[in-house]
């Protein structure tokens, strides 16, 4: 980011437990990089309820990632309130915000340190609870079985350079997923790396998050086949959202979202799976 004010860490305490559910709602919201630039988020209505799995998609550009930042609270909207269960976001001391959430930015960066150091900084947690993270975003196998699945096993000591240059992407995006796991957050906010993430990635991604629906999940998705058995697609283009609705219904519509599905490569196993006349 251009501008390195302090940000202000004032605000309201919220409780421990918050956010408990995951209830996101925005409303009427704008924002703009700089004041001489356009709207990259135009007056974005969107409500998502407790333990939804909503996908976001749309070209590239058209405010995806923003949409996720503004949920961070990383800049001032110039209107518009977000609330996480039912707490106005902008009254939120930003520590707490940041925190409660988990986040993995489409290009993550780690610490120079250890698999371990990366997923618990604070050393809170056993051993075994890492090695079982490790295990269910695929980057450590747990038996002989799927030791030839696993390109490089990662082991807990593995030495990690700073910004986890030796570390493949699609792996520090594994690596921050792991560490959401352990932290156990209400509300998910991924944003998918398309070059980054190959096929077994995804699949490990969308295993994982099968597992555990009490979360919330907003993703932001380039591959279709990622969302296609979501709850929720939001369509974005140019800072609106242009769509919204389950993918079957969006499909039946024949709106942006069909337009997406059947310019893919894959829209014959796409349909397949909204429709759910695939075997998965
Ligand atoms: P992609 O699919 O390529 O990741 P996206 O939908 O995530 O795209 P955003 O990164 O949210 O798109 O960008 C939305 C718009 O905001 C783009 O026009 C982009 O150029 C602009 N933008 C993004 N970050 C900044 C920034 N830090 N300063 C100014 N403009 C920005
Ligand atoms: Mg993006």
Redesign the pocket.
Known sequence: ??YLETENQDGVDVESGWPSTGYVQIQDFRMR??TD?PL?LDNINLTIGPGERVGIV??????????L?ALLRMMKPEEGTITIDGIDTSKIKLHDLRRRIGYIP?NPALFSGTIRTNLDPFNQYPDSTLEKALQQVMLMSSSKADQSYISQTLSLDSSVAAGGENISHGQRQLLCLARILIQKHKLILL?EATSAVDVRTDEAIQRVIRADQEQTLIV?A?RLKTVATFDKIVV?DS?KVVEQGSPSELLEARGAFYGLVMNSKDSSDLVARITGKSRM
């Not at 749309?58 to 949409?67: E, F, H, M, N, Q």
């Open positions: 980011f251009q990089y700089s630039l990259v749309g070209r590239t550009g058209a405010g995806k990632s923003t949409l930042l489409q944003d932001v380039h974005m800072g």
